[in-house]
Nanobody, 129 residues
């Protein structure tokens, strides 16, 4: 049973930075290397939304709300997905989740939650003024 465990969340003031990590265990490095990995977030009372995706081909796509501020990266040697978050804003406050799928996802469908088979439990990010 594959496990995804997020870490790195916390409280930060607006303009600050955080780095989230997602460790994927109970899966081989090969499987991890050919998986599509993504970060989602969910604020209270809102739907879960896609933040960034690292495609099987190494492509990286971001939501408009985080483009230019967040950077997604993948360390295949450590089975880890990272999200560097800079210039954080109060509206970035949410629970952040990593997600995994073995399939290639084309176009804007990367942000559809049903495309992903495996999810972590989430890590909370709170940004204050």
């Amino acid at each position: 049973q594959v496990r995804l465990v997020e870490s790195g969340g916390g409280s930060v003031q607006a303009g600050g930075s955080l780095t989230l990590s997602c460790l994927v265990s109970e899966t081989s490095r090969y499987v991890f290397s050919v998986s599509t990995m993504a970060w989602f977030r969910q604020a209270p009372g809102k739907e879960r939304e896609g933040v960034a995706v690292f495609g099987r081909d190494g492509s990286r796509t971001y939501s408009d709300s985080v483009k230019g501020r967040f950077t997604i990266s993948k360390d295949n040697a450590k089975n880890t997905l990272n999200l560097q978050m800079d210039s954080l804003k109060p509206e970035d406050t949410a629970m952040y989740y990593c997600a995994k799928t073995r399939i290639s996802i084309l176009g804007e469908s990367w942000s559809e939650t049903e495309r992903y088979n495996d999810w972590g439990q989430g890590t909370q990010v709170t940004v204050s003024l």
